[in-house]
């Protein structure tokens, strides 16, 4: 039983590309015909035709098996999914307000089918039935993955409830599903809401021309000519608290980027995330847990909270330590400016700069005209394909949803298909902050065919200016590198079932293959295939690339502290098993008293804007990043121990990680490829965290 559907008309009896088959050779999404009156009824309609899959599986006459069961419900509902996907990544990519609308107004409707789903009592039977049964079904290691991936969806959804249990459930599921929204819709709103505007040349001062030129433009798109705007994006508000001597104008800017969601305006973000700690408690206790981390946790590489915090308690004293003797450098620094004022978040980068480039004479934007976007995109083609044998051709004529979007097709070196990648890299107001990588279409092997995925990487790095191209910093470009890793991981899946492909993996899991790309980013071999400077050619220098190293470790105690408290923030938030009932702002006050932080630090994202947890896929799992980053430098060193191209290591990690998606356990799939469990010591060189040791 496939529960497969083919529609090229909707029920309804009007065309609806949503609803017909994508008529292009990949199978994209054909973005210049759908429009948004066409998402509610092919979601609608599409909800009953999955309504109708499911009702095949529970009707059938047959013993439930393998096959009619939980193949049946792998491959149920896969329109629906196609045309949320869809909806979901261009309300993150490309939203209006209309879109906006209409995805709280569908929210309910998809929660409510997702609870139809796990609480049928005749599916779960039947599901439970294959799963106390699986000994006679002769499953391979993928069927039993599968199997057991969906029978403990059904008990983590609910299924055991009883039916007052249940009917609580569904109120708190439809209810978070609409305040996840909500929360980032806030976020974006105060993000876009805000301007600094600067008419006096003199105010400028210390700002690079590329920073102020973008300024410009910015204030031309908005009929203030003349003038400059700075925004709450990233790629302007960044540069601007890093270079702008003007003290008051930082303090102004980072006031307004670290008050979003805290405004106590329509957009305020306190009760919503009030609300959603509260519920996720309780939808975790309705479930038997202790805590929503519990429930969270279970399915993690880290199983406890007590191990995460077990992780990130080893690194919170010595990067904690460092970050104090960093402060003590910028207060030199501050005093002898004649401030005589304490530290302040918004004099950190700022002050960092300068002291960057007295100690390492180092200046960032020296560096920058060797990272243009161009350059760093053929660098990771080049990188890519040293590994993988990987090659890219754009395609110029596929659909977009905006044009600033470019399309790849991905082959192998025997010229295979493997894939489409989109890749989206300038900020706009339609598109909310940070950098991700989703897909369209996951890979999946159908009768015996493997059917190719679509993925895409969206950032939100500097635009080109009139005189200049999208030259990136350091940090952004390891950024690109990150999330090409997990466009890899998605690319080169090579599983049978969708719900294993991929990124179908524990969250702490799934930074792997992005961040042990990030280590190829500042290798100097590496580092000559593609830093080189946009006007001349020139490819960087070894001097450059000598102080590029020396000051690899140069302010790391800053972004593990940033880092780290709202690793500890998340957690603070979801191993509660009470109700949460004091303002948030003094909830977070006092969880980063608890931890000592210094007030020259804040969280890297504080409660109101921390979309991560609260409209995204890491509550109780921000520590993931950390996790991972024990992973990738443990794994990096299987490569720096023979050649960063060593074509059998490289081979070993495609197989082992990249191809197998979710199909086995996680640290198992670890230990196949590097043959042992991670040590944390290259994760505490790399951040320059090891401890002394005394002579």
Same mark, same amino acid.
């Given at each position: #039983?496939?529960?497969? %559907? ?23 999404? /054909?973005?210049?015909? @759908? ?34 069961? @939980? ?34 107004? #569908? ?48 008990? =983590? ?81 960044? /540069? ?17 980027? %670290? ?10 973000? =306190?009760?919503?995330?009030?609300? #959603?700690?509260?519920? =996720? ?22 199983? !406890? ?33 004649? @401030? ?28 920058? /005209? ?9 660098? @990771? ?9 990987? %090659? ?35 900020? =706009? ?15 999946? !092997? ?60 524990? !969250? ?66 979801? !191993?509660?098993?009470? /109700? ?86 996680? #640290? ?28």
């Amino acid at each position: #039983m496939s529960c497969k %559907q083919n529609n090229t008309k909707g029920s309804l009896g009007e065309d609806n590309p949503l609803l017909a088959s994508y008529d292009n050779k990949y199978q994209l999404p /054909p973005f210049e015909l @759908i429009k948004n009156e066409h998402y509610k009824p092919a979601i609608l309609e599409a909800i009953k035709i999955n309504q109708k899959e499911i009702d095949l599986i529970t009707g059938n006459k047959n013993n439930p098996s393998f096959e009619n069961t @939980i193949v049946a419900l792998e491959n149920s509902g896969s329109l629906l999914n196609r045309i949320t996907t869809t909806m979901s990544n261009l309300n993150t990519a490309n939203t209006n307000d209309t879109l906006q609308a209409l995805a709280q107004e #569908m929210a309910p409707e998809l929660s409510k089918n997702q609870d139809n789903i796990f609480l049928n009592e005749k599916l779960f039977s039947r599901v439970k039935k294959v799963w106390d049964n699986q000994i006679d079904y002769n499953l391979n290691p993928e069927q039993a993955k599968l199997l057991e991936k969906k029978y403990k969806a059904f008990v =983590r959804n609910g299924a055991n409830l009883d039916a007052q249990q249940k009917e609580r459930l569904r109120k708190i599921n439809e209810q978070l599903s609409v305040l996840s929204l909500k929360f980032g819709e806030n976020v974006l709103a105060e993000t876009n809401g805000y301007q600094l505007i600067i008419d006096k040349k003199e105010d400028l001062a210390g700002l690079p021309e590329e920073v102020i030129q973008a300024a410009a433009d910015e204030a031309k798109e908005n009929n203030k000519e003349g003038k400059w705007i700075f925004t709450l994006q990233n790629a302007s508000v960044m /540069p601007f608290l890093q270079y702008a001597d003007n003290r008051e104008l930082r303090k102004q800017l980072w006031t307004a980027y %670290q008050k979003r969601g805290n405004n106590g305006n329509e957009y305020d973000n =306190r009760p919503n995330l009030v609300e #959603m700690t509260n519920l =996720r408690s309780e939808k975790a206790l309705l479930l038997g847990y202790k805590s929503h981390a519990d429930y969270i946790l279970e399915e993690r590489m880290a199983k !406890t909270s007590e191990a995460v915090y077990d992780l990130l308690d080893k690194l919170w004293t010595p990067a904690l330590e460092k970050a104090k003797a960093e402060e003590a450098d910028i207060k030199k620094l501050i005093e002898a400016d004649g @401030i005589k004022d304490n530290v302040q978040p918004y004099d950190w980068r700022y002050y960092t700069e300068k002291i960057r480039k007295q100690r390492y004479d180092l200046d960032e934007q020296e560096v920058k /005209p060797y990272f243009s976007l161009e350059n760093v995109r053929n660098g @990771i083609f080049t990188v890519t394909k040293n590994l993988y044998g990987l %090659q890219y051709h754009e395609l110029k004529d596929a659909p977009k949803y905006h044009p600033d979007v470019t399309v790849w097709e991905v082959t192998d070196k025997d010229n295979k298909h493997v894939g489409i990648l989109y890749m989206d890299f300038f900020p =706009r107001a339609s598109k909310k902050g940070g950098a991700w990588m989703t897909s369209y279409q996951k890979q999946k !092997t159908v009768e015996g065919k493997r059917l190719a995925p679509v993925i895409s990487i969206v950032c939100n790095f500097s635009k080109p200016t009139a005189g200049n191209p999208s030259l990136l910093t350091f940090d952004e470009t390891t950024t690109f590198f990150h999330e090409f890793g997990h466009a890899l991981h998605g690319l080169l899946s090579n599983v049978t079932y969708e719900s294993l492909a991929g990124t179908s993996v524990p !969250t702490d899991f799934v930074e792997l293959p992005s961040q042990i790309m990030e280590n190829w980013a500042a290798e100097p071999e590496v580092l000559k295939l593609y830093a080189k400077h946009y006007k001349t050619g020139e490819v960087i220098p070894d001097a450059l690339i000598k102080k590029l190293q020396e000051s690899a470790t140069f302010d790391q105690g800053f972004a593990t502290v940033e880092y780290l408290a709202a690793a500890y923030l998340d957690l603070d938030y979801h !191993t509660r098993n009470t /109700p949460l009932t004091q303002n948030v702002v003094p909830f977070e006050e006092a969880a980063m008293k608890k931890l000592g932080l210094i007030d020259a630090i804040i969280p890297r994202y504080r409660s109101t804007y921390y979309s991560h947890i609260f409209a995204g896929g890491y509550s109780a799992g921000y520590y993931s990043y950390i996790w991972s980053g024990v992973l990738d430098t443990d794994a990096f060193e299987a490569f720096k121990t023979t050649s960063l191209f060593d074509a059998k290591t490289a081979k070993s990690f495609r197989t082992n990680i990249l191809e197998k998606g979710g199909t086995l356990d996680a #640290m198992q799939m670890y230990k196949n490829f590097r043959g042992a469990e991670p040590s944390i010591e290259p994760l505490l060189r790399k951040r320059g965290l090891e401890k002394k040791v005394a002579k």
